[in-house]
C-alpha cells in the first residue's frame, strides 16, 4: 500500500490521542483469543517493561501510518522478526489467523474511539478507512487479500471472532499485571484505562475478565465520554497529535524503541 495522504480517514484519525483511551480495550480483545493470550504470556514484558511495551505499540502504530517508506519497511522488518520467536504449544504469532485478529482489533478500537468522539464516518469514508487499516496487517506479514475488502465482510468476521473468544486464567493474569504496575507513577493511568476499557467491553467479555463493575462505574464512564465528546474536538489539533509527535521523535533518535546495539543487530537481520 503506498503512503497515505494527509486527507486520508486512517491519516486523520489514526493520530488522534483520544484513540489511546482503547487502548486496553484493544489489548484484552487481543488476548481474549487464547493463543493470542498464551504468546503474550510466554513471551511479552507486560510486567517488568509496561512503558516500553506500551511505546512500542505506539511506535508500530504511528510509524506505519505516518512513517516514511524506509522507516516502514524497517519497522515492519523488525517486528516480524521479533514475533519469528514467539511461538510455542498451541500458537505461533505468524499465523495469518492470530495475524488477522489483532490488526482487526487495531482497526475496530480505532474506528469504535473515533465515532465516539466525532461521530460516525459516512459509508464512503469508513469503507476507505478499512481499506487503508490493512496497512496493519500487510506489516505484520499478513497477504492483503486476506484483509476484509468491505465494511460487510470485516463486519461478519468481527461478529464470528467475537463469539468465538474465550477469557482464560493466563488473559485474566495478564490482565491484572496490565492494570495493576508495579510502576507506582503508572497507577493512575491504568486506573483510567481500566474504567474507559470496563465500559468499552462487551458485558459477557469485562464478566470473563472478572473486570468489576457497577452502576455508578457505568454512570462515570459515560460522563467521560459525554465531557469528551464535547470537549476534546475543540482542542488544537497539534495537541490532540502530540503523541504522535512525541513518538516518532522518540522511534528516530538513538535507533528506535529497540536502543542502539540491540537495533543495529536486528537491522543486520531484516536487511
Known amino acids: 500500500m503506498g503512503r497515505s495522504s494527509d486527507e ?53 502504530v504511528y510509524g506505519t501510518i505516518y512513517g516514511t517508506e524506509e522507516e516502514r519497511r524497517r519497522l515492519h522488518a523488525i517486528v516480524r522478526a521479533m514475533h519469528q520467536k514467539v511461538t510455542g504449544p498451541g500458537y505461533r504469532a505468524l499465523d495469518h489467523d492470530l495475524l488477522l485478529w489483532v490488526a482487526a482489533t487495531l482497526f475496530h478500537s480505532s474506528s469504535r474511539l473515533n465515532a465516539m468522539v466525532f461521530g460516525e464516518l459516512g459509508a464512503e469514508e469508513y469503507a476507505a478507512f478499512l481499506r487503508e487499516a490493512s496497512a496493519f496487517a500487510t506489516a505484520l506479514g499478513l497477504p492483503e487479500e486476506e484483509w476484509p475488502a468491505t465494511p460487510a465482510e470485516f463486519d461478519a468476521y468481527w461478529e464470528a471472532g467475537m463469539r468465538a473468544l474465550r477469557v482464560g486464567e493466563e488473559a485474566r493474569s495478564i490482565t491484572r499485571e496490565l492494570f495493576h504496575p508495579a510502576s507506582a507513577p503508572l497507577r493512575p493511568l491504568m486506573r483510567a484505562q481500566l474504567l474507559l476499557t470496563g465500559g468499552l467491553l462487551p458485558p459477557d467479555l469485562r464478566e470473563q475478565f472478572r473486570i468489576p463493575w457497577s452502576d455508578a462505574r457505568q454512570r462515570r464512564f459515560d460522563r467521560v465520554v459525554r465531557v469528551t465528546r464535547a470537549v476534546y474536538p475543540r482542542v488544537p489539533r497539534p495537541v490532540r497529535f502530540l503523541p504522535v509527535t512525541l513518538s516518532l521523535w522518540s522511534m528516530r533518535r538513538s535507533g528506535g524503541w529497540l536502543g542502539p546495539r540491540r537495533a543495529r543487530r536486528l537491522r543486520r537481520i531484516v536487511s
Open 8 to 60: 486520508t480517514p486512517l491519516r486523520r484519525a489514526g493520530g488522534e490521542a483520544c484513540a489511546l483511551g482503547g487502548a486496553g480495550y484493544a489489548v484484552l480483545l487481543q488476548i481474549a483469543h487464547p493463543s493470542v493470550a498464551r504468546g503474550v504470556h510466554d513471551h511479552s514484558s507486560f510486567a517488568s517493561r509496561p512503558f516500553a511495551r506500551l511505546l512500542g505499540t505506539l511506535y508500530f
